[in-house]
C-alpha cells in the first residue's frame, strides 16, 4: 500500500512541480522588458531631469512613450517630471502641490468605479495634457481605460468594454 502512495505521489508531484517551474520562468521572462524599461526611465530621469530623489518611476505608453517620474527638485519641491521615451525632447516639470497625487487619483478613481480592481496606474502625457492612466477590468472581464487629469482631477476620456 505504501509503494502506490509513494508511486502516485511521484506520478501527480513530478508534473506538478515542472508546471510550477515552467510558470516561474515563464513569469519572469515576460518582465524582463518592463523591468529594462523601468530601469532606462530611471537612468534618464536622473540624467535630464535634475532630481535630487526619485520616489516613483512610470512608463507610459499612449500617443506617445513617456518615462514619468515624481520625487524632489534641486530647491527640496515635490515635483513630477515627464521625458519622451525617444530623448529628443526637454522635460516636462510640474508641481505636485495643486495637482492630483497617485493617491489622490485613486481615491477619484474608486468613487468613479466602485470596487474594480485596478491592474495598473501610469502617469503620463497625452497631447499636452497630464493624465493619470487606469486600466482595470469590468464586472464583465472586459478590459477599460480611464484617463484623469493631473491638473485638476476632471475625467479626461473613458475606453470602456475592450
Known amino acids: 500500500m505504501r509503494t502506490n502512495f509513494k508511486k502516485w505521489l511521484l506520478i501527480i508531484g ?3 512541480l515542472l508546471i510550477a517551474i515552467i510558470v516561474a520562468i515563464m513569469y519572469n521572462n515576460a518582465q524582463k522588458p518592463y523591468e529594462k524599461a523601468r530601469e532606462a526611465a530611471l537612468e534618464q530621469l536622473q540624467e535630464k531631469a535634475s532630481l535630487s530623489q526619485i520616489d516613483d518611476v512610470y ?3 499612449g500617443t506617445k512613450a513617456y518615462y514619468t517620474g515624481t520625487g524632489k527638485d534641486e530647491s527640496g519641491k515635490d515635483v513630477a517630471v515627464w521625458l519622451q521615451q525617444n530623448g529628443k ?3 516636462i516639470v510640474q508641481p505636485l502641490k495643486g495637482n492630483v497625487t497617485e493617491k489622490e487619483a485613486r481615491a477619484l478613481f474608486k468613487e468613479e468605479a466602485g470596487d474594480a480592481d485596478i491592474l495598473s496606474q501610469t502617469l503620463g502625457l497625452e497631447g499636452k495634457t497630464p493624465v493619470w492612466l487606469f486600466t482595470f477590468e469590468n464586472k464583465n472581464g472586459r478590459l477599460n481605460y480611464y484617463y484623469l487629469s493631473f491638473t485638476d482631477g476632471t475625467w479626461w476620456k473613458k475606453v470602456e468594454n475592450i
Open 14 to 16: 513530478i508534473p506538478l
Open 59 to 61: 512608463v507610459y505608453n
Open 89 to 91: 525632447s526637454d522635460p
